[in-house]
């Protein structure tokens, strides 16, 4: 993942504690990285940030689906879940 931009639509994910302490905030972000070769662009990835130490975490499912993309496979399709 090269890049991230914040999103304002807030997802209805959580993402509990932080190990610092803090408390993950559920947001949208835009993840950039090159698969073969190619910039691909995925919009409205959830994420949790951690507004203590600024650290970010991603669903398991959602981590399997980018890691599946950047192997070059279609990630499988899952439920989209309203903002």
């Known amino acids: 993942m090269n ?49 203590v130490c600024g650290s970010r975490v991603y669903k398991a499912g959602m981590l399997e689906d980018i890691e599946a993309l950047m192997r070059g496979r279609s990630a499988p399709p899952r439920p989209h879940i309203p903002a």
């Open 3 to 51: 890049d991230e931009h914040a999103t304002s639509a807030l997802p209805p994910y959580e993402f509990g504690r932080c190990p610092c302490g803090g408390t993950y905030e559920s947001k949208l972000v835009e993840v950039r990285m090159t698969v073969q070769g190619e910039v691909v662009v995925l919009s409205d990835v959830p994420q949790g940030a951690c507004p």
